[in-house]
């Protein structure tokens, strides 16, 4: 009955322990949710207050297809003023969220017989949108001593007749690792060298931390610019994911596909939720930077927790509000039986025993791992690590 590309696709690893942390707390039980990939504090008041103002003034018709004109040429100024990026509004597609902008580009842009290299560990959807746009994903492992950051060798060693794009995730879900300019510019020139197109997924630029720079692929050079499709969106940095808005930039006939797919499948993104996101471009950047210093305190209280925890390992994430420890000498221990045999069965364990949600690393291509989200308060965070400590302390090997 159903269709042959569903059987090619999973269900997403975050949403199904979510979905169990929710469905526990709507039983009123206390769990500490360290499983959702969204910021736990508001929408700045400015933000909210541009919707209110949308909708008292009626603003919620259809807008164009490809977006409000103001906020795509509001786009279009940061990304020139942050990222020193040119495009034209008609090189800019607002869409219903980052995922729907990735969504339109793998239709536009995958075909059976093509090849899109994915660094691994990788967000849970990237492999599922290439394979539903019948292309297939290849996953090239990075190396944890890397900082799990992909290298021009390893780019290089994966290509072959058939690779025609990378998609390159930074700062990463789930790693938070962030490429720094010269880092880019060897894999730009492997890039180039083999004529490979780049989705530079930048949804959590904002969020960098010690003083970092971020730097985009696409602002490298012209040619590199030509082959990149630039996808960002509000949700992350100004606290917006249930207003769903994204966007992409890139080159015109690129961004003119997913402009075509997106008129046949979800048209415009909410009108109202667009004239929010154009406030948030232009007064939220103090909220911002108040939210980029909250979290990078909050990093430092979950890093210091998970140094106490029997059998973890954690590099400092350089960016997002993820970490992702290592979990590897936990394998084989057991509180009773069965024992514990993958990061699955660690997540499972810590939900049932300690309420804490946390997200194995399998849907990340990574089963040696979980992902902790630190957007959470500092007092869940540390009531969250005490009882995940307590947990692993009743495991023997």
């Not at 919707?51 to 009626?58: F, L, P, T, V, Y």
């Not at 980052?98 to 967000?123: H, I, N, R, T």
């Not at 949108?129 to 990075?142: D, E, H, K, M, S």
């Not at 990149?228 to 596909?257: C, D, H, L, Q």
Request: proline fraction near 5%; charged fraction near 25%; glycine fraction near 8%.
């Amino acid at each position: 009955m159903l269709a042959e590309r569903i059987h090619r696709i999973g269900i997403s690893e975050t949403m199904k322990v979510a979905g169990l942390a929710i469905k526990l707390r709507a039983e009123g039980v206390d769990v500490v949710d360290f499983s959702v990939g969204e910021p736990d504090l508001p929408t700045p008041e400015g933000v909210k207050e541009a919707g209110k103002r949308a909708i008292d003034a009626n603003r919620t018709r259809y807008t164009s297809n490809a977006g409000l004109m103001e906020l795509r040429e509001a786009i279009r100024d940061k990304l020139l003023g942050d990222n020193g990026l040119k495009y034209d509004p008609e090189d800019i597609l607002v869409s219903s969220g980052a995922k729907a902008s990735l969504y339109f580009a793998a239709m536009a842009l995958f075909q059976k017989g093509d090849e899109v290299l994915v660094p691994s560990p990788y967000w849970v959807s990237y492999p599922e949108q290439i394979r539903l746009a019948g292309a297939q994903p290849v996953t090239v492992p990075t190396r944890e001593e890397d900082g799990f950051k992909l290298t021009p060798e390893e780019l290089r060693s994966a290509v072959t007749s058939n690779t025609k794009a990378v998609i390159l995730n930074y700062p990463s879900n789930p790693t938070g690792s962030c490429y720094g300019r010269e880092e880019l510019e060897g894999l730009a020139a492997v890039c180039l060298e083999h004529g490979l197109l780049v989705l530079a997924d930048e949804i959590y630029e904002k969020l960098i931390y010690d003083g970092r720079e971020f730097t985009s692929i696409a602002a490298l050079d012209p040619a590199m610019k030509a082959r990149t499709v630039v996808i960002n969106g509000m949700s992350k940095a100004f606290a917006m994911t249930g207003w769903r808005v994204g966007y992409a930039a890139g080159p015109g006939e690129i961004i003119g596909a997913m402009a075509k797919i997106q008129s046949h499948s979800t048209s415009n993104a909410a009108s109202i939720s667009q004239w929010a996101s154009l406030e948030a471009l232009r007064s939220a950047d103090e909220d911002v930077t108040r939210m980029v210093k909250r979290f990078q305190a909050r990093r430092d209280e979950m890093m210091r927790g998970l140094e106490s925890l029997p059998g973890v390992r954690c590099a400092s994430p350089e960016g997002g509000f993820y970490v992702f420890p290592n979990i590897s000498e936990l394998l084989g221990h057991k509180a009773g039986s069965p024992s514990i045999a993958a990061a699955e069965d660690l997540a499972f364990y810590l939900l049932e025993t300690a309420r804490v949600a946390v997200v194995p690393g399998e849907g990340f291509g990574a089963p040696h791992h979980i992902r902790i989200s630190y957007a959470a308060s500092t007092e869940q965070i540390r009531e969250g690590l005490d009882r995940i400590g307590r947990a692993l302390d009743s495991l023997r090997p």
